[in-house]
């Protein structure tokens, strides 16, 4: 069973930028694929980006060209860079855990608010 802790969230101002941290803790963290999902009031939570243990990246539409998902295998934390922050970002944002033949469910961490004023 792998543990996720976020943190980092917060309130910021349209324009702004915020970074996003989750320490996994497990054996085999470094070998999963590692993702931020996030789920605004009255909708469906949604992938903001994942990264493989190989590093390959996936970024939701919404997202791209903004954001940027990271991850330091040794520390075994994964990092959500996020900048031009719009309204529309404001959310709970969820760490995930996976193994990279599955490709839903997992493992999720308790959420971390994100609020982004206009």
């Known amino acids: 069973q792998v543990q996720l802790v976020e943190s980092g969230g917060g309130l910021v101002q349209a324009g702004g930028s915020l970074r996003l941290s989750c320490a996994a803790s497990?054996?085999?963290?470094?070998?999963?694929?590692m993702g931020w999902y996030r789920q605004a009031p009255g909708q469906q939570r949604e992938l903001v980006a994942d990264?493989?243990?190989?590093?390959?990246?996936n970024y939701g539409d919404s997202v791209k060209g903004r954001f940027t998902i990271s991850r330091d295998n040794a520390k075994n934390i994964v990092y959500l860079q996020m900048n031009s922050l719009e309204a529309q970002d404001t959310a709970v944002y969820y760490c995930?855990?996976?193994?990279?033949?599955?490709?839903?469910?997992?493992?999720w961490g308790q959420g971390t608010q994100v609020t982004v004023s206009s």
């Open positions: 995930n855990a996976r193994p990279p033949w599955v490709h839903s469910g997992g493992s």
């Open positions: 497990g054996s085999i963290v470094s070998l999963l694929t």
């Open positions: 990264i493989t243990s190989g590093k390959t990246t």
